[in-house]
């Protein structure tokens, strides 16, 4: 695998408790979050793949690639991990799903400012902390990772960039690494993305900031 090709991974493994429904199957743009983000991504990746639960049988059944958790250590390094203990030599542009303001800029900007000698290159949140979950991930930092979270028990991936040599990029938008996790969140966003002018994956957050 050449060292700048890029695998994507579509973090889908939580059980949306608070949202009291699949927050993949929710719909912000022309489709579901499942299919919006899958093919946002497969635009920059050499393949693209949702993470999941062994029992989350509605998206293994989608005929869309899946990588089931295999690393069981709580939280979203269970499906990051996962994939790397899959395809260890990948490097992974990683979402999470329920990131509803995601666009092509978001993942070109990334790309554009990639630093793979780092562990990761990342978005920085507003605490001035990485964002773990909108990134790109080094096939040689998972391996590290994967090592250390072995080890420790310790399963915090912000925890992880923070202690280890990191890019962070900043985001155009304050909206940008908005994550919704519950329905009066939903209701936000939705009524948010409405009220712009013809956002769409295409498209600039900054030009309505």
């Given at each position: 695998m050449e060292k700048t090709a890029l695998f994507g991974l579509i973090l889908t493994g939580g059980r949306s408790s608070r949202m009291g429904q699949d927050k993949g199957t929710l719909v912000y743009h022309q489709t579901d979050q499942y299919h919006h983000l899958y093919d946002l991504?497969?635009?920059?990746?050499?393949?693209?793949f949702f993470s999941c639960r062994e029992d989350q049988k509605d998206i293994r059944e989608t005929g869309y690639d899946c990588i089931p958790d295999s690393v069981d250590c709580g939280g979203p390094f269970n499906g990051i991990l996962s994939a790397h203990t899959a395809f260890p030599e990948a490097n992974w542009l990683i979402v999470a799903?329920?990131?509803?303001f995601i666009t092509e800029e978001t993942?070109?900007?990334?790309?554009?400012?990639r630093d793979a000698e780092k562990t990761a290159t990342v978005y920085q949140n507003e605490s001035g902390w990485p964002e773990p979950l909108v990134g790109i991930w080094e096939a040689k930092g998972l391996a590290i990772a994967l090592k250390e979270v072995l080890a420790t028990g310790i399963n915090?991936?912000?925890e992880f960039l923070r202690n280890h040599t990191t890019k962070m990029i900043s985001s155009r938008h304050p909206l940008e690494m908005f994550n919704a996790n519950t329905k009066e969140e939903y209701a936000f966003a939705l009524n948010t993305l409405r009220?712009?002018?013809?956002?769409?994956?295409?498209?600039?957050?900054?030009?309505?900031?």
């Open positions: 991504l497969n635009r920059f990746c050499v393949r693209t799903v329920d990131l509803p993942l070109s900007r990334l790309i554009e400012n915090s991936p912000r009220s712009l002018p013809e956002i769409s994956d295409k498209e600039n957050l900054r030009r309505n900031s």
